[in-house]
C-alpha cells in the first residue's frame, strides 16, 4: 500500500500540462515503487510514458537519467524535478 502526500493544486497542474505537453515521467526509482506512485498523481493519464530505472544508464555508481535517449530534441526539453 502507498500514501501520497501531494502538493497544493499538484492536480491541477499535472492535468493542464497534460493537455499542452508531451509529459513523460522518468526516474531512476524501480517501476515496482514509482509505478504505485505515478498511478496515484496521474488520474488524467498526463504522463504519455513513465520511465523507471532500468531506462536509466548506470555511470559511476549512480543511475543517470540520459534524456538523448528519449530520442526528442533536447532543446525543447523541460525537466521538473524535486
Given at each position: 500500500?502507498?500514501?501520497?502526500?501531494?502538493?497544493?493544486?499538484?492536480?491541477?497542474?499535472?492535468?493542464?500540462?497534460?493537455?499542452?505537453?508531451?509529459?513523460?515521467?522518468?526516474?531512476?526509482?524501480l517501476?515496482?515503487?514509482?509505478?504505485?506512485?505515478?498511478?496515484?498523481?496521474?488520474?488524467?493519464?498526463?504522463?504519455?510514458?513513465?520511465?523507471?530505472r532500468?531506462?536509466?544508464?548506470?555511470?559511476?555508481?549512480?543511475?543517470?537519467?540520459d534524456?538523448?535517449?528519449?530520442?526528442?530534441?533536447?532543446?525543447?526539453?523541460?525537466?521538473?524535478?524535486?
Amino acid at each position: 500500500q502507498v500514501y501520497v502526500l501531494k502538493r497544493p493544486h499538484v492536480d491541477e497542474f499535472l492535468q493542464r500540462m497534460g493537455e499542452l505537453f508531451e509529459c513523460v515521467l522518468f526516474t531512476a526509482s524501480l517501476a515496482k515503487y514509482a509505478d504505485p506512485v505515478a498511478d496515484l498523481l496521474d488520474k488524467w493519464g498526463a504522463f504519455r510514458a513513465r520511465l523507471f530505472r532500468e531506462s536509466c544508464v548506470f555511470h559511476r555508481g549512480n543511475y543517470v537519467k540520459d534524456l538523448s535517449r528519449l530520442g526528442r530534441d533536447l532543446r525543447r526539453i523541460i525537466i521538473v524535478d524535486n
